[in-house]
């Protein structure tokens, strides 16, 4: 017969070194008993603190890494009071939308802008606080699921507006937009939605922002990737030929569009945070929506997105990480391999990820391992934090343009371990 379990008190007591808190300790110590799996207890713990959230090391290649958190971001707090709501000027209470907004419109080249958790909730609130009640006319090949239960048609349903499906799957004219408005009275908005993670190829015909500034009712262009300005203005190089073709939010609302929303952690480079920028009155009413209080961020987000706008005006790029992983030279990251040591060199491609520019390739460098080490990798080998790899045909292949240099250390402590 089996032993009997110990007491809760005797193993908390025993285990008390685990690292873990307490209660955390005694609630996992009563659901093993009762698995009648007392005897698991070290591997189950251990399995909780891999749970932790931590930092980890990104060398699978894919630059805006959804299951990591999309753009790396190094959040700051001083862990003091900010003047978050304070005008500092006049003593009164202050809105904590004005300075950062305002940044990000000079950025964008807009009337005003402001901020929000995220791209959908950016979306939610432009719909409910503009449309809610009337018609919104988006082409049938913009009914895009991102992912994670963003769907348009649901997000519109949601927001209390009601959706006019323009044209075809695949082709799609501006006739079809004004025929589309003609037979619903009340359409009160166009919206032009990227087709951020899919592309429809062959029989195609699709209608430019430009064409449709002119329907009447506010044009919304959700361009979710977060490209400021498709010249990359902060940037002392050429744009890489990889960004072509990606809308970004100056061209968008310079060419007709009264709003546009985007994304902070996608190809923007910073947290988790959704941007409305372009037309004053219209952001006005989006701030006086009852939704724009559930949707806030807090003074976290808000002082991190206005470093990163500062590190945009300044053009200072190579302060965001993402543009500094996205730009690394191939000869950089060769040295960085040798440097390693380990494994042999190999070019890879590395993608920008994220659910942005589907096809993209990069030219990339790495290091490849002809066994499957990612379990070992991710669980620390060598003193390291996690490490992210990718396996393909049994081999692993570390990727070295999205680890930081700073972590090449750990990358090569924890080769050196395993191989
Ligand atoms: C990514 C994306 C969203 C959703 O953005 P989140 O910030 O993830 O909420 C919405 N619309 C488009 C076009 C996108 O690409």
Known sequence: MDSYPPSVNELAESLSGSGLPHPVLVKEIRKAINEGDWENLETRIQRIKTMSLQTVINATGVLLHTNLGRAPWPYSSAGQAINLELDLNSGVRGSRQDHVGSLFATLCDAEAAMIVNNCSSAVLLVLSALASEKGVAISRSEMVEIGGNFRVPDVLELSGAYL?????????????????????????????????????????????????????????????????????????????????????????????????????????????????????????????????????????????????????????????????????????????????????????????????????????????????????????AGGSPPIIARVEEGSTFLDLRTVDPRCDEHVASALHELI
């Open 164 to 380: 006019v499906e323009v044209g075809t799957t695949n082709r799609t004219r501006r006739e079809d937009y004004e025929r589309a408005i003609l037979a619903n009275r009340d359409v009160g908005m166009v919206m032009k939605i990227h087709q951020s993670n899919y592309k429809i190829v062959g029989f195609t015909e699709s209608v430019e922002i430009d064409e449709l500034s002119d329907m009447g009712v506010p044009l919304v262009a959700d361009i979710g990737s977060g490209l400021l300005d498709e010249s990359c203005s902060w940037l002392e190089m050429a744009p890489p030929v990889w960004i072509a073709g990606e809308p970004a939010a100056k061209q968008a609302l310079a060419s007709g569009a009264d709003l546009v929303t985007f994304s902070g952690d996608k190809l923007l480079g910073g947290p988790q945070a959704g941007i409305i920028a372009g037309d004053a009155e219209l952001i006005a009413k989006c701030m006086k929506h009852p939704l724009a209080r559930a949707v806030r961020p807090g003074g976290l987000i808000l002082s991190s997105l206005q470093e990163l706008a500062l590190n945009y005006l300044n053009r200072d790029w190579e302060a965001i990480p993402f543009w500094k992983m996205a730009m690394t030279s191939i000869d950089e990251l060769e040295d960085r391999v040798k440097k390693i040591g380990c494994g042999d060199p190999v070019s890879l491609e590395s993608v920008p990820g994220g659910g942005t520019l589907p096809g993209v390739a990069i030219p990339s460098v790495g290091i490849q391992i002809n066994e499957d080490i990612s379990h070992d990798l991710r669980l620390g």
